[in-house]
């Protein structure tokens, strides 16, 4: 496997229909013991878990920025995300419980909420680690057991995590992980003795993975793509705007599917805001991604930074204008000369039926576009199939209120942006997927209630 820069860092065997089904089997005799657990109990182990995350952070986020590129800088915050996510369901944990309900005569019923099973994660290469962590937590939150497959392209940092999970005394194949691409994707989707489906990926693979689950009846959750709307308002702190554009297009490379990309300003403060952008965008440190002050690494492999540049040629044939970057960048470090690097672009003259606008590029290139008013640039805004997230920057909450409410995305931003506190519900509307990962509502995704009604009196015959 092509790791960035350029090298083979390992090699792992893909895992077939034996080992999936090896994992499978392992899994489900943990789930066993697991889900007799109480609560508390698996709240203890998830915290030990976490307590070697956090402990181990520097070692972890390392690992993840050989793993995928990304600056170590990001990459500890990643790895921050995932030991809060773990400690957060592990406070939940103990929580989970149904509800009595009187009924006349002095019956009653009360439901039960009961894990799923042996719950498979598939990630994506972005966030292999933090993905990992925000599927697994839940699940076994909920007494499930998980089998994740990591991208292909991103292998390693979950091995770690499943180490760890072992360490902190979970029992034996209660998190596995097979590795692989697609052949092992359909294997684990197509299993009968997987309960559930939660995928983190393109959505042409969301679709397939759908298909794959209606035939054994297994619920998914899809967390797909996006081309999301940042809108900023000419009332807005110009500063604020201009950080929560860089960070709602330029974290990861731009490999984020909740990115901003569509940037949406008021043609009162179009150049003004324009020029600032790109002055701060020129001064992104881009290059090797375990420097300390390095702010963007390398794309993921060849075909994607070839892809991310086939975009940018495309949005200058269709009258784009490249206001900064889009073009390779060659590290002064021989050692990273055959790096996956870009300069991060901003793309200026755009409008809403380019190529570049439209659909999802997952590369650092923002795209900047004008606008008169509000009720136009809502209805633009929501003109796309995906709907994950949104973000508005004003001074006037009134209108930030207002305009959130009628942008069709699940996850959106007031005057911030790709910010993902663990307590928060996240996902999509519309082809961007469905079910929500983070926060209370997860619970819902991984487990199932089960009503129990009972009879204190005679029971009365219809017969």
């Not at 929560?244 to 008021?266: H, I, S, W, Y």
């Not at 910010?419 to 990962?437: D, H, N, Q």
Request: with cysteine; proline share 5%; hydrophobic share 40%.
């Amino acid at each position: 496997l092509k790791m960035c820069p350029g090298r083979v860092i390992c090699k792992v065997l893909c895992s077939g229909e034996k080992e999936v089904d090896l994992a499978v089997q392992s899994a489900k005799a943990a789930f066993k013991i697991w889900s007799q657990m109480s609560g508390m109990e698996r709240s203890r182990v998830l915290l030990e878990a976490a307590r070697i995350i956090r402990e181990q952070r520097e070692e972890i986020a390392t690992l993840e920025t050989i793993n995928n590129g990304k600056s170590i800088f990001e990459a500890r915050v990643d790895i921050d995300i995932s030991w809060q996510c773990l400690e957060y369901y592990a406070g939940l944990a103990g929580s989970l419980a149904g509800e009595h309900i009187q009924l006349p005569g002095g019956s009653f019923g009360y439901t039960r909420r009961e894990p799923l099973g042996v719950c498979v994660g598939i990630g994506a290469w972005n966030y292999p680690f933090q993905i990992a962590c925000w599927k697994s937590a839940p699940a076994l939150a909920c007494g499930n057991a998980m089998v994740f497959k990591p991208s292909p392209f991103t292998p390693v940092s979950v091995v770690r995590l499943a180490e760890i999970f072992t360490e902190a005394g979970v029992p034996k194949g209660l998190f596995n992980v097979v590795q692989g691409g697609v052949a092992t994707g359909q294997f684990l989707c197509h299993h009968p003795d997987v309960a559930k489906i939660s995928f983190t990926g393109s959505v042409p693979t969301g679709m397939k993975i759908m298909e794959m689950a209606a035939k054994g009846i297994k619920p998914v959750t899809l967390e797909l793509g996006g081309k999301s709307p940042l809108i900023i308002f000419s009332d807005c702190t110009l500063e604020n705007a201009v950080n929560g554009a860089l960070m709602a297009n330029f974290l990861t490379q731009g490999e984020v599917c909740c990115n901003g990309t569509r940037v949406f300003v008021e043609r009162k403060i179009l150049d003004v805001f324009t020029k600032e952008v790109v002055k701060r965008t020129q001064k992104i440190k881009v290059g090797d991604p375990l420097l300390e002050d390095t702010r963007m690494g390398a794309l993921i492999n060849r075909p994607h930074l070839d892809h991310v540049q086939g975009f940018i040629k495309q949005a200058k044939e269709q009258g784009a204008e490249v206001l900064c970057g889009g073009d390779l960048y060659v590290p002064d470090d021989p050692k990273l000369k055959n790096g996956y690097y870009m300069r991060p672009c901003v793309l200026g003259n755009c409008t809403d039926d380019m190529t570049c606008v439209k659909e999802e590029i997952f590369g650092p290139v923002m795209s900047i576009l004008p606008f008169d008013t509000e009720e136009e640039v809502v209805e633009r805004a929501n003109n796309t199939k995906f709907g994950l997230a949104g973000g508005v920057f004003t001074r006037d909450i009134q209108k930030a209120h207002r305009v959130v409410a009628a942008l069709k995305a699940g996850m959106c931003f007031i005057n911030n942006y790709n910010i993902s506190p663990v307590e928060l519900p996240f996902g999509g509307y519309k082809a961007s997927g469905f079910g929500r990962e983070n926060g209370r509502a997860a619970i819902e995704y991984y487990s199932q209630l089960k009503t129990v009604c009972v009879e204190m009196g005679d029971v009365e015959s219809v017969f």
